[in-house]
């Protein structure tokens, strides 16, 4: 699943900086950032709530996506 979960992160990295992605369930979602923000400079942390946003869940849910 890490392998997974770095391609989900990396996704919402991607959508946060405007970088055009493919539709997938968490299409939209962004992470807090901002490029005046010193600490922001080297790292963009994903929180919990926005991963699992782009998460899907069950195969009920796969198939609405």
């Known amino acids: 699943m890490w392998a997974l979960g770095d391609k989900v992160a990396s996704t919402i990295v991607a959508q946060t ?3 055009p992605t ?3 369930s968490g299409s939209g979602l962004v992470a807090q950032w901002s490029k005046e923000e010193p ?8 929180p919990l709530e926005t991963y699992a946003q782009g998460c899907v ?3 009920e849910e ?3 996506v």
């Open 57 to 59: 869940k069950d195969v």
């Open 22 to 24: 493919l539709p997938w």
């Open 17 to 19: 900086v405007q970088i």
């Open 39 to 46: 600490k922001h400079q080297q790292a963009i942390s994903i």
């Open 62 to 64: 796969g198939l609405e």
